[in-house]
T-cell receptor, first 113, second 114 residues
């Protein structure tokens, strides 16, 4: 059972554009929603995370939007740069999950110069 | 850099063999989680160790086992290797006493089973 669904699978954006990646979850007990960035040959790096008591969190060019009623959250990358080209994973976790992260399938982002 | 180190970086084994992967957690962290990441997929939770005991397990068979040591480092052991075990194995450390969900990953061990 896939508890976190991520889309799109791949995304091409021009330099300076906005990249948007979406995730939907099923388990209403989830209370922590991180985004990870992974470069080839590297482990996932924590980018930004949100808890359901807020609807938006911004850190630099990265923003998470959270819609609790729709059970959806998204990552927005403003002013996308070629260095942002990587695979992005959303994840979810909850107290009843024992701290384990459940990941989406990933989005391969390519930012063209 | 997260401070989470994994060894070895790459490993090649043949079907039926056994393998041990190692992870040193970030300073101050007492919890280690292991994940398997197949090519083109998101990481899948294998199990988590806290205070040297298994604390949660994903949908993996018993031939996947682990250990956590008093210094919070950890090992992942896989017996009777199968071709489908070929993947990137990731270790993540966290502090259960603080924000337990916040996990920092190492660079992983790339296992190839021939």
């Amino acid at each position: 059972q896939q508890q976190v669904k991520q889309s799109p699978q791949s995304l091409i954006v021009q330099k300076g554009g906005i990249s948007i990646i979406n995730c939907a979850y099923e388990n209403t007990a989830f209370d922590y929603f991180p985004w990870y960035q992974q470069f080839p040959g590297k482990g996932p790096a924590l980018l930004i995370a949100i808890r359901p008591d807020v609807s938006e969190k911004k850190e630099g060019r990265f923003t998470i939007s959270f819609n609790k009623s729709a059970k959806q959250f998204s990552l927005h990358i403003m002013d996308s740069q070629p260095g942002d080209s990587a695979t992005y994973f959303c994840a979810a976790s909850g107290n009843n999950q024992g701290g384990k992260l459940i990941f989406g399938q990933g989005t391969e982002l390519s930012v063209k110069p | 850099e997260t401070g989470v180190t994994q060894s070895p970086t790459h490993l090649i084994k043949t079907r039926g063999q056994q393998v041990t992967l190692r992870c040193s957690s970030q300073s101050g962290h007492n919890t280690v989680s292991w994940y398997q990441q197949a090519l083109g997929q998101g990481p899948q939770f294998i199990f988590q160790y806290y205070r040297e005991e298994e604390n949660g397990r994903g949908n993996f068979p018993p031939r996947f086992s682990g250990l956590q040591f008093p210094n919070y480092s950890s090992e992942l052991n896989v017996n009777a290797l199968e071709l489908d075990d070929s993947a990137l194995y990731l270790c993540a450390s966290s502090s259960r006493d603080l924000a337990k969900n916040i996990q920092y990953f190492g660079a992983g061990t790339r296992l190839s089973v021939l």
